[in-house]
C-alpha cells in the first residue's frame, strides 16, 4: 500500500488530486522497478546454475575419503564473503562443500 503524504493547506481540490495522483504513480513505479529488479537476479542465478551443471565440479569428500563430483551444487557466499560451492557427493550423497578464490573487482 502506497504511503500518501497530505499537506496542510490546498488552494483547490485540483491541487490534492494531482498530489495524490503523484504518490500513487511513483509507488507503482517503485513497485514495478523491485520487481524487474527480482526477475534479472533470478535469470542471473539460473545462468549461474546452468554454468555450474556444464562445468564438473570436484571436491573432497570426507565420507569416502576421495575427491568426486559435486551433484546439485549451488554457488553460496559464506559470511565473510568469499564465494563457496555446497552441495552433494555424488557417490554417497553426503554434503560437500567447497571454498572457491575470491573474485577481483
Do not use: D, H, Q, W
Not at 500518501?4 to 493547506?9: A, M, T, W
Not at 483547490?12 to 523491485?34: D, M, P
Not at 569416502?64 to 557466499?77: I, L, M, P
Request: aromatic letters at 10%; glycine letters at 6%.
Amino acid at each position: 500500500m502506497p504511503k500518501i503524504f497530505f499537506r496542510k493547506s490546498y488552494n483547490s481540490g485540483i491541487e490534492k488530486k494531482c498530489f495524490f495522483y503523484l504518490t500513487n504513480a511513483y509507488a507503482v513505479y517503485k513497485l514495478l522497478i523491485s520487481r524487474l529488479s527480482c526477475e534479472e537476479k533470478r535469470n542471473e542465478n539460473k545462468k549461474k546454475e546452468r554454468k555450474m551443471a556444464e562445468k564438473k565440479v570436484t571436491g573432497y569428500c570426507v565420507k569416502c575419503r576421495a575427491k568426486s563430483e559435486f551433484k546439485n551444487s549451488k554457488e553460496v557466499k559464506m559470511k565473510n564473503g568469499r564465494p563457496a560451492l555446497k552441495g552433494t557427493c555424488a557417490k554417497c550423497g553426503t554434503g560437500m562443500y567447497r571454498i572457491l578464490s575470491a573474485k577481483k573487482k
